[in-house]
C-alpha cells in the first residue's frame, strides 16, 4: 500500500492511506453500486448518467488506493486498462453520444503515460470539440507527476479543466502547493472536489481551512461529496444531519468563494444533487 511520499504522518492522512480492520465489518446500508454507474454503463469502462456528458474509465490504476473510494470494488483484478479494441469501442460511443463535455476518470488518468493521454484526449476530440475534465488524485498525491511538459501538452489542448481531489488542509504539502500552481499558471482552470469524511475531514474549522487556502492557492473548491456507502468504508460515513450540520457551520464561516456545494450521488444512477 503506497502512501505518497510527499504526505505528512497525520492521522488524518493515513485513515485514508492505511487498511483498517473496521473494512471487513458488514454494515446495513453497504451498497455494492453505490453511485448506480454499473446501470448507467453501456459498455465496459464507459459511464453516461447524462446526455450531454460522457465518463471514461482510462485505468484501474491510482497513485495511491483511497480506502474510502467508490471505486475501491474496481481494484484490483481483472484488466487494469483497456484494450486497443475496448478504447476503439469508447472512442466509437463517445463521437456517436455528441456529449458537450467528456471526462477522463479512472483509477487516476495521471497513471497512464501522458503520450496515452493526449492520445486519448486527441482521439476524443477528432472532428468535434468537447471540453474535457481529468478527474485526478495525482496533483495531490503525486505532486512529481505535473511536470512542465505535462502543462504544456494539457495547455495545447485547452479546453481542459483539472478536477484535483483533496480532502484535508494537511494534504497541501509544498510540493503539492506548487503543483497546483504549475497547472494553474499554465493556464489550466483546476476545481477541487473533496469528500465529506469521518475521522479526516467532517469538522468545518477542518473545511473552512481546506477551502480557503484552496481559494488562496487559485483552486475553486468545487464539490464536498456526501460519502458513498461502499462496503468496508462505514467508519468513514457521517449521517445526513451530521453533514448537513457541518455544512451549514461551514457556510457560516466562509466566502462564497470559498464554499463547496454539498452533493450526494445516489444509488440509483440519476446524477449528483444538492443535498
Ligand atoms: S485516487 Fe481517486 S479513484 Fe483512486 S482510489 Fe483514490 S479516490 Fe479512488
Redesign the pocket.
Known amino acids: 500500500m503506497a502512501v505518497p511520499r510527499t504526505w505528512g504522518t497525520a492521522p488524518e492522512l493515513m485513515r485514508q492511506a492505511l487498511p483498517d480492520a473496521r473494512e471487513l465489518e458488514v454494515h446495513p446500508g453497504d451498497t455494492p453500486d453505490p453511485v448506480g454507474e454499473q446501470q448507467k454503463s453501456p459498455l465496459p469502462w464507459v459511464v453516461q448518467k447524462h446526455a450531454d456528458r460522457v465518463l471514461l474509465l482510462l485505468t484501474k490504476r ?5 480506502r474510502y ?4 470494488d474496481h ?1 484490483p483484478g481483472g484488466s487494469d486498462d483497456p484494450t486497443p479494441a475496448e478504447w476503439s469501442r469508447m472512442l466509437e460511443f463517445t463521437k456517436r453520444s455528441g456529449a458537450s463535455e467528456v471526462i477522463l ?4 488518468p495521471l497513471a497512464i503515460r501522458d503520450e496515452k493521454l493526449y492520445s486519448a484526449i486527441d482521439g476524443v476530440r477528432s472532428g468535434r470539440a468537447p471540453v474535457i475534465r481529468i478527474h485526478t ?1 495525482a496533483p495531490i ?1 503525486w505532486p512529481s507527476r505535473v511536470t512542465a511538459e505535462l502543462v504544456a501538452g494539457l495547455a495545447a489542448r485547452a479546453p481542459v479543466w483539472v478536477i484535483v ?1 483533496c480532502n484535508h488542509p494537511a494534504e497541501l504539502t509544498p510540493a503539492v502547493r506548487e503543483a497546483l500552481g504549475r497547472l494553474v499558471d499554465g493556464g489550466i482552470p483546476v476545481l477541487n472536489q473533496s469528500v465529506l469524511l469521518q475521522g479526516v475531514n467532517a469538522d468545518p474549522a477542518v473545511l473552512a481551512e481546506l477551502c480557503e487556502a484552496l481559494v488562496a492557492l487559485r483552486v475553486f473548491p468545487y464539490y464536498l461529496h456526501h460519502p458513498d456507502a461502499v462496503p468496508g468504508n462505514a467508519h468513514f460515513r457521517v449521517s445526513l444531519e451530521q453533514g448537513r450540520a457541518i455544512y451549514r457551520e461551514l457556510a457560516g464561516r466562509v466566502s462564497g468563494l470559498a464554499l463547496p456545494r454539498y452533493v450526494l450521488d445516489p444509488p440509483d444512477g440519476s446524477g449528483k444533487r444538492d443535498v
Open positions: 491510482c497513485h495511491m488506493y483511497c473510494c467508490f471505486r475501491a481494484q476518470s479512472g483509477g487516476d488524485r498525491t481531489h
